[in-house]
Nanobody, 115 residues
Framework: QVQLVESGGGLVQAGGSLRLSCAAS????????LSWYRQAPGKQRELVASSTSGGTTTYADSVKGRFTISRDNTKNSVYLQMNSLNPEDTGVYFC?????????WGQGTQVTVSS
């Protein structure tokens, strides 16, 4: 089992920045992929950014150039640096881990971007 705990969400004005953190209960080197998803009210959960154990990163088109996913193996953590935020970025952000073929989810952290 893998436990994931997100932190760093909050309220920010458009154009501002936030940094989300996700701490894993196991060594992240053993995790195939670490990702950030978000879910806006009335919308399906969508992939924001992903990082594989091999170093490949993927971003949703809507966040390319603004968000950066990174990982710190010594701290078993993955981060999402979010810059130039806009109201469309509002939602609950979830940390996701794929270990072997099993998925694990954090409980989410709220991000609200005001106009």
């Amino acid at each position: 089992q893998v436990q994931l705990v997100e932190s760093g969400g909050g309220l920010v004005q458009a154009g501002g920045s936030l940094r989300l953190s996700c701490a894993a209960s196991v060594g992240i080197s053993s995790i195939s992929a670490l990702s950030w998803y978000r879910q806006a009210p009335g919308k399906q959960r969508e992939l924001v950014a992903s990082s594989t154990s091999g170093g490949t990163t993927t971003y949703a088109d809507s966040v390319k150039g603004r968000f950066t996913i990174s990982r710190d193996n010594t701290k078993n953590s993955v981060y999402l640096q979010m810059n130039s935020l806009n109201p469309e970025d509002t939602g609950v952000y979830f940390c996701y881990a794929l270990k072997s073929i099993r998925p694990f989810w954090g409980q989410g952290t709220q991000v609200t971007v005001s106009s």
